[in-house]
């Protein structure tokens, strides 16, 4: 039997089982599925999430009420009114102030970039730590783990004469590599610890069949270890859609700035435009938002995908 054929055998047993697991769940009698009456407990545990959940989603509430709003009408009235009308110059102020559509651009293949670097450096240092079992592997991952942890004031100041020294101190993939190695030293000590759990006959049966590390990695490791990888570019996506500080200190110039800063720049020293500003920042999360959506169903199974292996 060639490799291929064994590991893919290997791998269809346990997607099977775990399919009839599901269906069996799924058929049970309705009795079986009935869910228990809550009590007191539970009752009060559930109105504190919802409460919980209400106050996060407060600063949520107030930016769409405020970004539909005129500045007078903001004035007067607060930030807890509701709108008098429907305005929705604050919105094309922004669109036209910021130049959006060059600043969404540049958020964009930054983010995407840079997710994908992170997410590839991922997984093949966590491939070589968590089954190569390199010397040294704890340590390794532990400075990875404290890299995380740094304060970006910690290195800005190295990393900006470094950027400077070789031409990129205004250069997009500054921001691309710096949010890319953070986020890397982030993915390794995730996946690592992962892969450290790999089973181990999967990794018999391709040695077995001749497979060497290359081909080990591409057709036995990655395709389990997908659902993980989505679920880290989903969130190297998003934090770097929303990264500010580097962005400001590299990012000069109006066409190499990402959307964070064209927010900011609304803000001056004696005047700020509330209801622009609010409407900026609904402007801005609506791609992350749809990004979010659109990958819920895979965010879900590579966060459930521990748990099931």
């Known amino acids: 039997m060639s490799m291929s054929s064994s590991v893919k055998t290997t791998i269809q047993g346990r997607m099977t089982r775990i399919e009839r ?20 407990t539970r009752w009060v545990i559930l109105l504190l999430c919802l409460l919980l959940a209400l106050i996060i989603l407060s600063p949520l509430f107030l930016m769409v009420l405020n970004a539909f709003k ?8 607060g930030p807890l009114a509701l709108p008098q009308e429907l305005y929705f110059g604050g919105l094309i102020n922004f669109w036209n102030a910021t130049d959006f559509p060059i600043k969404f651009w540049n958020s964009l293949w930054i983010s995407v970039v840079s997710a994908l670097i992170s997410v590839g450096l991922s997984l093949f240092n966590s491939y070589a730590l968590g089954i190569g079992r390199v010397r040294g592997s704890s340590l390794i991952v532990a400075l990875f783990m404290i890299l995380t942890m740094l304060p970006g004031e910690g290195f800005i100041y190295p990393l900006f004469y470094m950027f400077n020294a070789v031409g990129m101190g205004n250069s997009q993939w500054t921001i691309v590599i710096i949010c890319g190695i953070i986020n890397m030293a982030f993915g390794t000590y995730l996946l690592s610890s992962v892969m450290s759990t790999f089973p181990k006959e999967l990794l018999e ?14 057709n036995v490791v990655f395709p389990i270890m997908k659902s993980n990888c989505a679920v880290l570019f989903i969130f190297f996506f998003i934090w770097t859609w929303n990264e500010f500080y580097f962005s400001l200190i590299f990012l000069t110039s109006g066409d190499t700035q990402t959307i964070p800063l064209a927010i900011a720049s609304l803000q001056g020293d004696r005047i700020m435009d509330v209801p622009t500003i609010n409407a900026g920042s609904l ?22 995908a521990g748990a099931v292996k």
């Open 21 to 40: 697991k599901d269906e069996a769940k799924r058929n049970a009698p309705a009795s079986q599925k009935r869910r228990k009456p809550l009590n007191p």
């Open 70 to 77: 005129t500045s007078q009408d903001y004035t007067q009235n």
């Open 205 to 218: 049966a391709a040695q077995i069949d001749g497979a060497g590390r290359w081909r080990t990695l591409w």
């Open 283 to 304: 402007i801005s999360l609506i791609p992350a938002f749809v990004f979010f959506l659109l990958f819920q169903r895979t965010l879900t199974k590579g966060i459930t």
